[in-house]
């Protein structure tokens, strides 16, 4: 896609959907190129389970079942009476 910088101050919502449809956009200034603005592309994405937060509670015998941890958590403060 080409733009101009008119068109970046004026409609950047165009340009940025251009970039995340992965589309290069050249921008121009009076007629000449001066910058080429092409999306990142990652092509690895991190596992979940290879964050460092991951399973730091899996020492805790209360967090067997996350479940039933979390439902404990939420109950009213009248539940028990």
């Known amino acids: 896609m080409k733009a101009t910088l ?18 290069t956009v050249t921008l121009t200034n009076r007629g000449k ?5 092409e999306p ?3 092509d690895k994405r991190p596992r979940v ?5 991951f399973g730091m509670w ?6 067997s079942n996350p479940s039933t941890y979390v ?7 009248f539940d028990a009476l």
Do not use: T, V
């Not at 008119?6 to 589309?23: F, T, V, Y």
């Not at 899996?58 to 967090?63: G, K």
């Open 58 to 63: 899996s020492d805790r015998p209360e967090m």
């Open 49 to 53: 389970s290879e964050h460092k937060a």
């Open 6 to 23: 008119l068109d970046m101050r004026r409609n950047p919502k165009k340009i940025l959907d251009a970039i995340a449809c992965n589309e």
């Open 33 to 37: 190129r001066i910058a080429r603005i």
């Open 71 to 77: 439902r404990e958590l939420r109950k009213g403060r």
């Open 40 to 42: 990142i592309r990652d």
